[in-house]
């Protein structure tokens, strides 16, 4: 018997059967204000994607072939409506598009992109209260960063999107519908075994592919779901075979029910004031005062944050082949920074 297989399973029960139980009168205001506050971010980073040219074509595309079913809102204007399954695809595509998405300190996972897609979209086609949503985002962001804290990858060469999507809208849609504890952990466990490769080094080649992962998860997420309504799911040891046996991360079954109900994982987000990667933002947001402490340095201070702090050649490469290569480019940040800093080229910066 393995176990760490055991502990991790028995810890997945543990936060799935505590989290159904939790109502909405149980979640404090200052965690529900929180929650609000990712779903208002994550959904005006949607809409805010609607022009890009991919994503304009590919939401014309989706919506011409599945014409006639109007139970979730694409989120690009007017009045595109589609079928939920499609609509969470569609709003996933966008949702990180612009780099704007929030983000969870503690550990790379961008829990509200996991979630919000799918819940949204489940949300508006069942008739989901507005608190009831909130309700399934803080639970679906605690169980999914729990999951990404109780495993610590070998490698930091598989993105987050990818490695956890699936789960997020699985634990989001899954805890808005009231299914069955034994039912859920079952569907978790089935969108363990459907999570991505994700490869990180396509981030910083600037392939696009990287801004759909999370779509390929919000149907993943979804269809364990339904899948689930038919008697189809997994098992909770699932969570260990994928992110030990088959990824190799060290088992720290611990996190999955340390403190429940006493931390809440919202609370630990982040948002983003600049459309780039988190760790652009604190070039970025020093540039304005550089360039007003040390007028002329510009030259020292790209070489600076080019050469030395993050040395890797294709993060300081100096023409980005794509939208998405640019916002994660430390030499492009410090760029546009200096716009920022004198005051020019602002909507062009970002």
Not at 20 to 31: F, H, K
Request: glycine share 10%; hydrophobic share 45%; charged share 25%.
């Amino acid at each position: 018997m393995n176990t760490l297989r055991e502990a991790s399973a028995d810890g997945v029960r543990a936060l799935v059967r505590w989290a159904v139980g939790v109502e909405l009168a149980d979640i404090p205001q200052a965690v529900l204000q929180k929650a609000a506050r990712i779903l208002a971010d994550d959904l005006a980073a949607m809409i805010g994607a609607r022009d890009e040219p991919e994503v304009a074509r590919f939401h014309t595309r989706l919506l011409k072939r599945t014409h006639g079913s109007e139970e979730a809102t694409v989120w690009r204007g007017g009045a595109s409506r589609t079928d939920r399954i499609s609509a969470a695809v569609a709003n996933a595509v966008a949702a990180d598009w612009l780099e704007l998405d929030e983000g969870y300190r503690p550990t790379p996972c961008h829990a509200g992109l996991y979630v919000l897609p799918g819940l949204l979209a489940h949300a508006e086609a069942t008739g989901l209260r507005t608190d009831e949503l909130l309700r399934a985002l803080v639970l679906g962001y605690e169980f999914v960063t729990r999951i990404a804290r109780a495993w610590k990858p070998a490698a930091m060469t598989m993105q987050s999107h990818g490695r956890y999507g699936a789960i997020g809208a699985a634990a989001g849609v899954g805890f808005a519908t009231r299914i069955p504890p034994d039912a859920l952990i079952g569907a978790l466990g089935a969108a363990a075994t459907l999570i991505g490769p994700a490869p990180r080094n396509h981030l910083a080649e600037g392939a696009l592919v990287r801004n759909v992962w999370p779509a390929s998860a919000a149907w993943n997420g979804l269809m364990v779901i339904e899948w689930s309504h038919c008697g189809i799911g997994g098992i909770p040891g699932a969570f260990f075979d994928v992110y030990s046996s088959v990824l190799g991360g060290e088992s720290q079954p611990e996190w999955l029910d340390r403190d429940l109900g006493k931390s809440w994982a919202v609370l630990d987000s982040y948002t983003k004031i600049y459309a780039c990667c988190q760790h652009l933002h604190s070039a970025v947001e020093s540039r304005p005062g550089l360039a007003r402490a040390t007028p002329g340095g510009g030259r020292r201070r790209r070489h600076f944050l080019g050469d030395r702090r993050y040395p890797r050649p294709r993060l300081a490469a100096r023409q980005p082949r794509t939208a998405h290569d640019a916002r994660r480019q430390v030499l492009n940040a410090a760029r546009r920074g200096r716009g920022i800093a004198h005051r020019r080229r602002w909507r062009a910066s970002f």
